[in-house]
């Protein structure tokens, strides 16, 4: 049994925030993979299907980003699994948009929803880090990721949401580097060994200068 969970906050005002990316993951997981229709429970919002013989639970925390933590413990402790059964879909702001990487254990680095995980099922769970880029200035975290992905953003996010999706099941099977490769297909595809170069257009011809001098200036001027 795994636990997947999506960190956002509820809502229509927040569905398109950067701090919402993941709760975005997983409804693209659940549209694309088959997964059973949303309903309430453990303070959340959750979702079950099943990857071969593992069956697979995605968990939407309703409480709200700062208070994660009592969602996912309520859930873990209905469902009698361990931390390292649990994996997280979070924004972090120190990737570079587009950007992903896979965590075990450690600090929350300051993020809200993570300390909160922390403080009820302890650091031992697995993440998936997903960039949103930072502000510049640490003052200005909290306005940004509660800030909409902006329309420029729109097609890498698509990108990177469908290849989370296409690659789950390396990840629930604990093949993370596959997982990422399958993300890396979406965002920077290969290029084609058949794909032409662009030709260059043509250059226009130019006239060369006629040469008006006379015999004498062209004598005189080879000695100058």
Do not use: C
Not at 86 to 95: G, N, R, S, T, Y
């Amino acid at each position: 049994m795994k636990l997947l969970v999506g960190l956002g906050n509820p809502g229509a005002k927040y569905a398109q925030n950067r701090h919402n990316i993941g709760f975005m993951a997983l409804d693209r997981i659940a549209t694309d993979r088959g997964f059973s229709a949303w309903r309430s429970k453990f303070q959340g919002q959750i979702a079950e299907g099943r990857f071969g013989s593992t069956k697979v639970m995605l968990l939407k925390p309703e409480t709200f980003m700062n208070l994660s933590g009592q969602s996912v413990g309520e859930a873990m402790r209905y469902l009698k699994i361990a931390s390292e059964d649990v994996i997280v879909f979070h924004d972090e702001i120190d990737l570079a948009p587009g950007k992903v990487r896979l965590k075990t254990g450690g600090g929350h680095a300051g993020h809200n929803g993570l300390r909160s995980i922390h403080g009820h099922i302890g650091p031992d769970y697995d993440r998936v880090r997903m960039g949103v880029g930072h502000p510049g200035h640490k003052d200005a975290v909290p306005g940004y990721v509660l800030r909409d992905f902006p329309k420029a953003d729109a097609e890498w996010l698509q990108d990177e949401l469908r290849g989370v999706s296409d690659g789950i099941a390396h990840l629930i099977d604990g093949d993370g580097s596959k997982f990422l490769n399958a993300i890396a297909l979406r965002v920077a595809p290969p290029r084609s060994s058949t794909t032409k170069p662009k030709e260059k257009m043509p250059q226009p011809m130019v006239e060369p200068e006629q040469d008006t001098r006379t015999a004498m200036q062209k004598l005189v001027d080879r000695f100058r």
